[in-house]
Nanobody, 126 residues
């Protein structure tokens, strides 16, 4: 059984920074063989892709809305993936989810991911 647990959400002012963390738990889970992604969702909308990272951090990809402001990183020894969010905007307000892709598709589609966390709320006030 694999469990992903996000943390770091909260209420922040526009223009400031926040770092989200996602820790993977599982007796035999080795995050090092999974691609990892961050997604976000607002009420009434589809869950949307934010960022992904390959197994060793050598490849990253971002949606246009966050490129240059957000950075995804991972520490496989800690089974943890991070999302550093800088220059936050009110439109970044959402529930943020991390996800693990065991097929290593490096896809932006939610269907490609096998494990999901419960989400952490980020609210950016103007």
């Amino acid at each position: 059984q694999v469990q992903l647990v996000e943390s770091g959400g909260g209420v922040v002012q526009a223009g400031t920074s926040r770092r989200l963390s996602c820790v993977a738990f599982g007796r035999t889970f080795n995050m090092g063989i999974y691609a990892m992604g961050w997604f976000r969702q607002t009420p009434g909308k589809e869950r949307e892709f934010v960022a992904l990272i390959d197994w060793d951090g050598g490849t990253t990809y971002y949606t246009d809305d966050v490129r240059g402001r957000f950075t995804i990183a991972r520490d496989n020894a800690k089974n943890t993936v991070y999302l550093q969010m800088n220059n936050l905007k009110p439109e970044d307000t959402a529930v943020y989810y991390c996800a693990a892709d065991r097929t290593y598709s490096l896809s932006t589609a939610t269907e490609a991911y096998d494990y999901w966390g419960q989400g952490t709320q980020v609210t950016v006030s103007s």
